[in-house]
């Protein structure tokens, strides 16, 4: 067992959706700065016990949580759980959202309401339930999309719109709780090979293409943005792009 130091040390995290992708590279990367991790996942059970022992293997303590950011009581559920686990909540990250992208025509009533109750009640739900816990010191970091400052083709309605909800609710996270030293911040990710959006997906060659650096990142490359923020004292109601030039 390998243990760290790092600028976290002694403070409990909560990632929603970290069992893959951003999720999990961030789980792993607090952990690395010396934070105690709780990670929720809906359905894959599996690879959110996987990123539980990969940070036990790092010396700190780790859960994984069944929690579908969609249902509200499992939302503000998944803080009081981590709450009544490890006596504090520090560090939230809003990470889990779905991306349903198509035209408006083939766009239904259905995908509209799952888009906005995960992508955005489900977030602050989650943040209201955190923010209620949460004592000085504490941070909120969202993940967002590169599609709020630019969305380069169809089809991407219902996203852009669920996660542009996000910059409005970090800048006001950030007044209301500024007072009581908690910050909230925004990343946006540019393409970033996971499951949701793989490098070698049929679009990715596009996507490649209106990076200025010509290629996707990767959840590491998110991560260790995050685990930045997440030390912050003095950066709060920012918008931060991890995105390798999308929107330049
Ligand atoms: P993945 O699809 O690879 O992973 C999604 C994670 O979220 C999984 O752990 C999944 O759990 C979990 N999850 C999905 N739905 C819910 C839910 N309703 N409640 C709780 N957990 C849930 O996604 P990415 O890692 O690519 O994306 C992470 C975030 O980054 C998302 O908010 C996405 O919109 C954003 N983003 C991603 C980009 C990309 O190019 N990849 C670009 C810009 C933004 P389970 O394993 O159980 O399914």
Redesign the pocket.
Known sequence: MTTTHGTLNGKVALV??????????TAVRLAREGADVA???????G??KDVVREIESLGRRATAL??????PG??AGAVERTVRAWGRLDVLV??????VLGLLEGLALSDVDRVL???VR?VFLTSQAAAARMTSGSRIVT?????TQRVPGPGGTL?AMS?SALVGLTKALARELGPRGITANLV??????????PADGPYAAG?AAMTALGR??T?DE?AATVAHLAASPYVTGAEFAV?GGHAA
């Open positions: 929603t959706g970290g069992s893959r992708g951003i999720g999990a590279a990670v929720t996942y809906v359905s894959g059970e690879a959110a069944r929690a579908d950011v969609a249902d499992e939302a809003n990470n889990a959202g779905i991306g109750a995960v992508n489900g993940i967002g999309t590169c599609m996203y996660k946006h990710p540019g393409p970033i090979d996971t499951d949701l959006n996507q996707f990142g959840a998110v995105d």
